[in-house]
């Protein structure tokens, strides 16, 4: 018989002891933050009807990227590639238990087909924390304040990463205005956009221009450098269309840019198909880590889809760019308090059994994590060098 092979599927994590330890304390932190700002946790299963990502996650999420496949019985699922669509059929199903506005955090696996790389695997962690039932206003302002405030809670400083935000809904009426009106050529725009910031200017102004000629390319690159006449077009927008959001459109900053670098910046679209208002990312300050720390943003819409009209915002950090993050900037612990260790060398049989009867339960009292040593064929002298090797504290049992 040939010899199996060792490696995990390709971009999933074996956790050793050790690499298992940092998940936990990210986890943990999130988990006190979350619980001290009055959040409750839920869980969703990790197999979902793949329909709803196909409908709203998006193309890249929706089709290329999503693990789905034909149960038994014929019914298409997916493994989940993210959590808010399971949150959305969630809360439709539980609708009367919802006391809205509900605060609830998870931290689920997701599954994406994506080609594996720093900060990017196929089976990741994300933390996703929402509000369920909380128009627009300050409840944006709370998400934004809380995902930043996490990332200072594990010990960043304010040079360490900033948030950048947009108004999706604003964002389509803005294109409206200047001539973009078709989904198809809004699509493409919103790429040229995505990627705006990490494509050389003079390429990206090109593709504006093939897409929608000179006029409209100048349009939107004064609202990215913050020339005044587009700003005002912008600005008109928020005051008309979305009033909830310009009453704290100026305070955000005021608000929360004292606590960490916070700000305004067009280009920020978003894969998901589903947001309808704010959006924003998290990105490191230092260029070794490109990829988003977090994202988030507003979707009013999403449960619309389950038959109920609600109002959600929320993000989610993920676990693999986070412990890039920490370790960058020198803010992952070495040492995770773990209780010393007893390791406890019986002599004989009846001392085996006196251990089990008492002697653990006596050391574990003391506060030390305690094993027994069953090893009886061994000479005493090399059953104490093992625990000395464990870094554990040895004791004989007669
Ligand atoms: P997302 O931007 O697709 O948003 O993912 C959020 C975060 O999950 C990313 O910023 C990143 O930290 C992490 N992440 C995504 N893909 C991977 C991957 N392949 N490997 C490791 N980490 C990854 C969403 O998923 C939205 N559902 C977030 C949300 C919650 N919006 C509102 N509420």
Known sequence: MSVLPTQPYKGTTDFLPKDLAKRNYIFE???????????????????EFAEVYKVKSGDELGTK?????????????????????????????????????????????????EQPQRGRRREFWQLNVDIIGASEGWADLEV????????????????????????????????REIGVKEDELKAQVYKVLDNWMKTEEKESHKALEELIGEKGKNQIACLIEGMDRETELWDDIIDDEYPEFARIYNQIEETIGGKFRIEFNPCIVRGLAYYTGLVFEAYDADPVNPRALFGGGRYDNLLDLYGKSVSCVGFAPGQVPITDFLETHGLMPTEFTQKPKMILIPTSEAAVQKCYISEVDKYIAEGFA??????????????QETAHKKDAKAVVVE
Request: glycine letters at 4%; charged letters at 30%.
């Open 29 to 47: 932190k999130w988990r006190k933050y979350l619980i001290d700002h009055s959040y409750e946790e839920y869980e969703t299963s990790v197999i």
């Open 65 to 113: 990227q999503l693990y789905a496949f034909e149960d038994k019985g014929g019914r298409t699922i997916a493994l989940r590639p993210e959590e808010t669509p399971s949150l959305a059929r969630m809360v439709v199903d539980n609708f009367d238990q919802v006391k809205q506005p509900a605060r609830w955090f998870s931290i689920p696996n997701c599954f994406r087909y």
């Open 144 to 175: 934004l304040k809380m995902s930043g405030e996490m990332l200072l809670d594990f010990g960043a400083k304010k040079k360490d990463f900033v948030i950048y935000y947009n108004h999706r809904g604003v964002l389509d009426s803005f294109l």
């Open 370 to 383: 305690v094993e027994v040593d069953i090893a009886l064929e061994r000479a005493l002298n090399k059953r």
